[in-house]
């Protein structure tokens, strides 16, 4: 956002925290605050804001239950970190500044209890998240292409879209990515991002405080709406009611959704039939764990971002060892950068060594086991010997084994793929990633594959 005063920064927050916080709170703690002063940041340092509020209590109440949240909002707004600092001051707040125009006895999102959508503003998003920050590989290069074509035509390609992979995957990134990307097409466009929690926490507040047109006015008059780990309102009979009808409108008015989970539809527990066949009506994609190069290109991505030097060798290092999701990745690298800014070191591989040795081992990410001890256990559950497991059989029981042995060989030793290919009975890089990527989708769809990976896991242990 190009920031031109502190009012201007003001103005954003009041808009977001009116959306945001019980009507009680907003009148006592953030409607009375008053502009002061924007300074853009010196060199080495944040940008600052100066707000004001009328006397101590209030300040000190301010600060202590919402000073994190405004100093977090006015960073999102202004694209940077911003430090934020609340005075007394006596001059007096606008009535109701946060509505434009609106009359007194108004609030937002109704006027003479009649609906009336908000008008729309910029959208509350992690400036990091765009298509730009996001590393396209062989495991998500699909959902890209589709979060990227839902953002030029709103409404038109792919709605609703459904986006589902494990934790730490890039699902949230991308749902940002598109929030980012629609409205820096078009500004007046009404955005908005809710994960199911806080969908479901303000459809309980509202129901309460008899404010339901608000709600409706919040979520069903967006041109986008993007819905972050919709599995949260499984067993939730009410909220899903009220999420159908808030979709359905969407959807019937050419309005776009996309729709983020940890699974795909179908594996849903506890969600109506109706919604759970809706969410397919568009397309669905997924994204898996992403394979070498990308892990690779993920690190460097990430240190040039930090400003550091990796060397090839220290990042193909962390990319071979931390296999799990991007999130753990960038654990480790931001753990060893930590740790050499700290020493006055340089990331080198001995250092890397050093440095990640719990972090990969006994910090929860890859216990290490041997190849020969996954076959002995997997071939005992799949009751398949380790002789046909390294043999060219493909039968549909010894192929399915086979590519379990994979999958938890990638998880549980510290094996490359190329190796883990060697000793599977010199299979190639490429069929050991295949067999991994496949069981890793089937885990969310399949009941048996997951409950054979658990078991399996649980013997390993």
């Known amino acids: 956002m190009q920031v031109s005063s502190a009012a201007d920064v003001l103005r954003v927050i009041k808009e977001q925290l009116a959306d945001q916080l019980s009507r009680p709170k907003y009148e006592l703690l953030i409607r009375p605050l008053t502009a002061v002063d924007y300074s853009n940041a010196a060199a080495g340092g944040n940008s600052s804001l100066r707000l004001g509020i009328s006397n101590e209590v ?10 994190d949240l405004l100093s977090e909002l006015a960073g999102l707004i202004c694209g940077e970190p911003v430090d934020v600092s609340v005075e007394i001051s006596t001059a007096v707040a606008p009535l109701l500044d946060e509505v434009a125009g609106a009359g007194a006895s108004e609030v937002p999102g109704r006027a003479s209890g009649r609906e009336v959508a908000a008008p729309p503003r910029r959208p509350l998003l992690n400036p990091r998240y765009t298509f730009d920050n996001f590393i396209v590989g062989k495991a998500n290069q699909f959902a890209y292409s589709a979060c990227w074509q839902v953002a030029q035509r709103l409404g038109v390609s792919y709605n609703p879209l459904f986006v589902y992979s494990g934790v730490g995957l890039g699902k949230t990134h991308l749902l940002h990515a598109i929030g980012h990307a629609a409205w820096e097409r078009d500004h007046s466009l009404g955005v908005s991002y809710a994960t199911s929690e806080k969908f479901t926490n303000e459809f309980i507040e509202c129901v309460r405080g008899g404010r339901m047109a608000e709600f409706h006015a919040r979520y069903r008059g967006v041109d986008l709406l993007l819905i972050d780990d919709v599995q949260f309102l ?14 359905m409108h969407l959807l019937e008015s050419g309005r776009q959704l996309v729709i983020a989970a940890d699974r795909p539809p179908r594996a849903l527990k506890g969600m109506e039939d109706r919604m759970l066949s809706r969410f397919g009506m568009g397309l669905v994609c997924d994204l898996t764990e992403p394979g070498l190069e990308t892990r690779v290109a993920i690190l460097r991505h990430k240190a040039q971002l930090e400003q550091a030097q990796l060397s090839d060798e220290v990042c193909h290092f962390i990319a071979e060892r931390v296999r799990g999701n991007v999130r753990e990745l960038e654990g480790a690298l931001i753990r060893l950068l930590a740790f050499c800014d700290f020493a006055k070191s340089t990331p080198s591989l001995e250092v890397a060594s050093r440095v990640l040795a719990d972090f990969v081992d006994a910090g929860g990410i890859r216990p290490r086991l041997s190849l020969k001890q996954i076959l002995g256990v997997a071939g005992d559950y799949f009751n398949v010997s380790e002789q046909l497991l390294l ?29 883990i290919g060697s000793e599977l009975g010199g299979r190639d890089h490429s069929t050991i990633s295949h067999g991994v990527n496949k069981i890793a989708r089937e885990i969310l769809e399949d009941p048996y594959i997951e409950q054979a990976v658990t078991q399996i896991s649980r013997m390993l242990k």
């Open 234 to 247: 499984s067993g939730k009979p009410e909220t899903q009611q009220e999420f159908f009808h808030t979709f």
């Open 391 to 419: 043999s060219p059989n493909r039968s549909k029981r010894v192929a399915l084994a086979r590519m379990v042995v994979m999958y938890l060989a990638r998880e549980y030793t510290n094996l490359t793929l190329s190796q």
């Open 58 to 67: 209030l300040r000190g109440w301010l600060i202590d239950q919402y000073g």
